[in-house]
């Protein structure tokens, strides 16, 4: 495998898009890896019942290392389901025969204009970590990098979540489309860069398709040799979004996808563990800018379901983004996230941190007040404001909008019960 290529698609799809939607916008690390640890348990207990969204949706990692997702409420494409009563998990029995890396990677060939390939690496369909195909593509404009990755994933929201454009708050990108087509398929066409924050202006282009059945198709591709470390070759990938959806769609990926093992059910029918509530963005959202200061207009808002909300609003001295999370279930790892703060008379556990908001960007300041109720439901609300308006933009203002003491405020305000 070349030295410079991306390691496995799928591990690669999470990291791109916690890159690509903020994961590199300053967070408390103390409460990533606690938050991270209790979210991963509950994501275990959510797969156990059958209901739980795949990781390569996830966007963006919150303070308290909440998975939350790219788009806004109202944007991508129909919240209904890919197609109703479908399964992502085929018979065994109707697996076709396996296909190899050295197929799989020359259907690709076949699908892309006339060029020269090289560094070139694929995975059959029977290997364990997935197929998938990468190569180097020069069509005589300039060498680009080009990666395929292939799998399964449950109709639905998990589908919705691969498929929906992120919010340019977070994920900055010149153009974005999210449609679904005829045959019920739900398709992303998306065209930004390989690091939000433009300090180098690789751009990375791709397109996710996924079936009514669940057959998950994945076309990346960069105007560099590299995804990282390599100049930039040309001044756009090769392909146009035009030719990302015609290779995509083609009928033989489906096919790959097919002749990939089916894991086994698990056995035995034992009670699911209790899953935590999660707040959903739209009651984020309202309690939040119901909370709000008179002074401040909001310009902007977004959230999503899963526990996450954020607004941008102006004093008149600037735009600042102030981002909530709300969890249930994080009482195991109080300790851990509030050690160093503060427990009022009535119980609730509170930590202030104020420190940078984005190690790339000067100056960028980020003000948290992070909270969780007494009781055993582990219920915590966390506020962030930034001297910022967007995840890696310049500061717009010297210090964020609002005060520690009106986050403080805010956080603490009976209103968050209602979503308890």
Known sequence: MPENQHQDPFEERLTAALRDTGGDFRADGTALVAGGRTRGRRALTRRRAGVLGGVAGVALVGVGGAMLL?????????????????????????????????????????LLPKGEFSQEDARGSDEKQGPYAYAVYDDGEGAA???????????????????????????????????????????????????????????????????????????????????????????????????LKEVVTADVWRRVVDAMPVEPEPSGSATPEYAPPEASGEGISETLT????????VVRQGGQDGGFSYVVVDDGSGGSLVQVNVQHGMGDVAGQLYGSGETLPDGTRVAVRQGTGDDRVAG???WTVDTMRPGDDGFRVVISAFNNDAAHARPTRESPALSIDQLREIALSPEWEKLR
């Open 290 to 297: 119901g909370l709000l200061p008179e002074n401040l207009d």
């Open 70 to 110: 790219p788009s806004g409420d109202s944007s991508g494409p129909d919240r209904s389901t890919v197609a109703s009563g479908a399964t992502a998990r085929p018979s065994a029995s109707a697996a076709p025969s396996p296909v190899s890396g050295d197929a799989l990677l020359q259907s690709l060939k076949e």
């Open 145 to 243: 990098a080009l990666s395929m990755g292939l799998g399964r994933v449950e109709p639905g929201d998990q589908a919705r979540q691969l498929t929906e454009c992120p919010d340019e708050t977070f994920a900055p990108h010149d153009a974005c489309d999210s449609s679904r087509l005829p045959d019920g398929s739900l398709l992303r066409l998306f065209q930004g860069y390989e690091y939000p924050d433009r300090r180098v202006d690789t751009k990375l282009w791709s397109a996710d398709l996924v079936t009514s059945e669940g057959q998950h198709i994945s076309l990346s591709e960069w105007n560099s040799p590299a995804q990282k470390g390599a100049p930039i070759s040309r001044e756009d990938p090769p392909l146009s979004t035009a030719q």
């Open 364 to 366: 960028v300041l980020m």
